[in-house]
């Protein structure tokens, strides 16, 4: 298990972005891919977007492709997910998450969890 701290949410008008940070608390961290999932009101989790533990191989799902962007400092223990021309419907509690597969692709793949950050998205 690592711990897994965000920082970066908050409220912001449509089309405007954010910039979502994560810090991870272990000695081995590139020994994990990373992720982001989310979870809105009334809503399962789904994933929002991974990273390999090299940080060479990147994926989002569908909807955020070519708007969100997911990156890691592997010197500083940290993945970031960069947000932009954000949309209403992106409203949602966002969680950092780690995984030891190497490229998860859903929120039943990781095993680590932070607490949520909470991104609101005004129309």
């Known amino acids: 298990q690592v711990q897994l701290v965000e920082s970066g949410g908050g409220l912001v008008q449509a089309g405007g972005s954010l910039r979502l940070s994560c810090v991870a608390s272990?000695?081995?961290?590139?020994?994990?891919?990373m992720g982001w999932c989310r979870q809105a009101p009334g809503k399962d989790r789904e994933f929002v977007a991974g990273?390999?533990?090299?940080?060479?191989?990147?994926y989002y799902r569908n909807s955020v492709k070519g708007r969100f962007t997911i990156s890691r400092d592997n010197a500083k223990n940290t993945v970031y997910l960069q947000m932009n021309s954000l949309k209403p419907e992106a409203t949602a509690i966002y969680y950092c998450?780690?995984?030891?597969?190497?490229?998860?692709?859903?929120?039943?793949?990781?095993?680590?969890w932070g607490q949520g950050t909470q991104v609101a998205v005004s129309s």
């Open positions: 990273i390999t533990w090299g940080g060479g191989t990147t």
């Open positions: 272990t000695r081995t961290f590139t020994s994990y891919a």
């Open positions: 998450a780690a995984s030891t597969r190497y490229s998860p692709d859903s929120a039943a793949d990781f095993a680590s």
